[in-house]
């Protein structure tokens, strides 16, 4: 596996892994990874728009976010938005966790 560091200031929002924020299967990611319905945000997996792609942003890739609060650490790209998003990356969360404030954070791949 290629390593390399490239730092990109993205906005972060969560989504839940529901019909109704993702598509009509919700517990399996753009990847093909299971998301475990019990506990989705155990996994550290986010989705990252599509023009992040081409700069190393693919699944499985390692991203360390900072500036997001408790959100901060180290997550994998299992995920692929919507194509109408740019620049943006979404962590995937339990449903009790609530959508707060979006985040202008960094991360490097």
Same mark, same amino acid.
């Given at each position: 596996?290629?390593?390399?560091?490239?730092? *990109?200031? *993205? *906005?972060? %929002?969560?989504?839940? &892994? @529901? $019909?109704?924020? +993702?598509? !009509? @299967?919700?517990?399996? %990611?753009?990847? /093909?990874? *299971?998301?475990?319905?019990? /506990? $989705?945000?155990?996994?550290?997996?986010?989705?990252?728009?599509?023009?992040?792609?081409?700069?190393?942003? %693919?699944?499985? &890739?390692? =991203?360390?976010?900072? /500036?997001?609060?408790?959100? !901060?650490?180290?997550? @994998? =790209?299992? !995920?692929?938005? /919507?194509?109408?998003? +740019?620049?943006?990356?979404?962590?995937? =969360?339990? +449903?009790?966790?609530?959508?707060?404030? @979006?985040?202008?954070?960094?991360?490097?791949?």
């Amino acid at each position: 596996m290629k390593s390399f560091f490239m730092m *990109v200031s *993205v *906005v972060a %929002t969560i989504y839940h &892994a @529901t $019909p109704s924020q +993702t598509d !009509d @299967t919700p517990f399996i %990611t753009a990847s /093909n990874k *299971v998301i475990n319905k019990d /506990n $989705p945000a155990g996994h550290r997996w986010i989705a990252v728009s599509r023009d992040l792609e081409p700069l190393g942003f %693919t699944f499985g &890739a390692k =991203v360390c976010i900072e /500036n997001a609060g408790d959100m !901060d650490g180290i997550w @994998t =790209v299992q !995920d692929r938005m /919507n194509k109408r998003w +740019t620049k943006r990356i979404d962590f995937l =969360v339990n +449903t009790d966790m609530k959508p707060y404030s @979006t985040y202008h954070i960094s991360c490097l791949c």
